[in-house]
């Protein structure tokens, strides 16, 4: 198990470090709220990047087409790997037609949210969490990370806001 203090970007490099494939990105907040700081919607490029990198491809969901256009502006070159979805997060994932290698979880403040979409995504290589950490994992994470620990995941990666686990089946 690896703690790092970082931010959300460093945190998401690090839960991709050795994957390849299609990244899966929920819930991300965008410069365009009026809860936004400075830093909301980086992990978006971080993922880009990383695409970039190896080949890959991101899955990114927006509630609003708003936030996606801002996105898209921001890392115009590094977009062309990632697709934007808009609208009702849980139908897009339900919708899926094969599972992530690695999906970044920052939906509403649900726990029964959250377990509905982590057992859709069961096999996901690495699932992480935002708003989460060792200690306490939150309104988000609350039922999601007991239910996939007792079913073949293993906390990997941890920081002060986030918690990522990988699959050993």
């Known amino acids: 198990m690896t703690y790092t203090e970082t931010g959300a970007s460093t945190f998401v490099a690090q839960c991709l470090d050795g994957l390849q494939g299609t990244a899966l990105e929920v819930g991300s907040l965008r410069n365009t709220s009026d809860a936004a700081r400075l830093s909301d919607g980086w992990t978006t490029l971080t993922m880009a990047e990383w695409a970039k990198a190896t080949d890959s491809a991101v899955i990114t969901v927006d509630i609003r087409n708003r936030e996606a256009q801002l996105a898209r502006v921001l890392g115009a070159d590094l977009m062309r790997r990632v697709t934007h979805r808009v609208g009702d997060a849980w139908a897009i994932v339900a919708g899926l037609d094969r599972l992530p290698v690695f999906a970044y979880l920052d939906g509403p403040n649900d ?6 979409v982590a057992k859709r995504l069961h096999g996901t290589k690495r699932i ?9 994992l939150g309104p988000k994470a609350a039922t999601a990370v007991p239910w996939l ?5 293993r906390r990997t990666i941890f920081d002060g806001r986030h918690i990522c686990l990988e699959y050993n089946p």
């Not at 992480?128 to 306490?136: G, M, R």
């Open 128 to 136: 992480a969490f935002d708003d989460a950490n060792e200690h306490d």
């Open 111 to 116: 726990a029964d949210w959250h377990l509905l």
């Open 149 to 153: 620990e007792a079913n073949g995941y």
